[in-house]
């Protein structure tokens, strides 16, 4: 499960199917946030590899970080941080809660990491 490149390109093959049928003329202030989501998601294509996918991962979080702290979200939203990633500069990831599941070493290591900030606080707006 947590090496499955096939259900990440689907994922984000969803992804980028949901953005293209919003129309960005009816919203007021299209992000430019949302317009780097769909360039990060550009990227993922059937034929990359599960260590490709991961370092494109980190370009799709800091788009989301941004949507998320313009728009807010519907729950709690934590940001999370695993500083071995890509030769120990470390890289960050979303999750709904604190139960740390780090994406950039799945199996091999998916409890390295800890808690950055809580990005949004649902209860709180």
Same mark, same amino acid.
């Given at each position: 499960?947590? $090496? $499955?490149?096939?259900? *990440? *390109?689907?994922?984000?093959?969803?992804?980028?199917?949901?953005?293209?049928? @919003? $129309?960005?003329?009816?919203?007021?202030?299209? +992000?430019?946030?949302?317009?780097?989501?769909?360039?990060?998601?550009?990227?993922?294509?059937?034929? @990359?590899?599960?260590?490709?996918?991961?370092?494109?991962?980190?370009?799709?979080?800091?788009?989301?970080?941004?949507?998320?702290?313009?728009?807010?979200?519907?729950?709690?939203?934590?940001?999370?941080?695993? +500083?071995?990633?890509? &030769? #120990?500069?470390?890289?960050?990831?979303?999750?709904?809660?604190? $139960?740390? *599941?780090? +994406?950039?070493?799945?199996?091999?290591?998916?409890?390295?990491? &800890?808690?950055?900030?809580?990005?949004?606080?649902?209860?709180? #707006?």
């Amino acid at each position: 499960a947590f $090496d $499955d490149n096939t259900r *990440i *390109i689907t994922y984000t093959h969803t992804m980028r199917s949901q953005i293209d049928q @919003l $129309d960005q003329s009816q919203i007021v202030d299209w +992000p430019a946030s949302a317009d780097e989501i769909k360039s990060a998601l550009e990227f993922y294509t059937d034929s @990359l590899t599960i260590n490709e996918s991961r370092q494109h991962f980190q370009r799709l979080t800091r788009g989301v970080i941004k949507l998320i702290q313009n728009y807010g979200y519907s729950t709690d939203v934590f940001v999370m941080k695993c +500083p071995m990633a890509f &030769n #120990n500069t470390g890289a960050t990831w979303l999750q709904t809660d604190k $139960d740390l *599941i780090n +994406p950039y070493f799945g199996a091999e290591m998916f409890k390295c990491g &800890n808690v950055l900030s809580q990005l949004y606080h649902a209860e709180e #707006n």
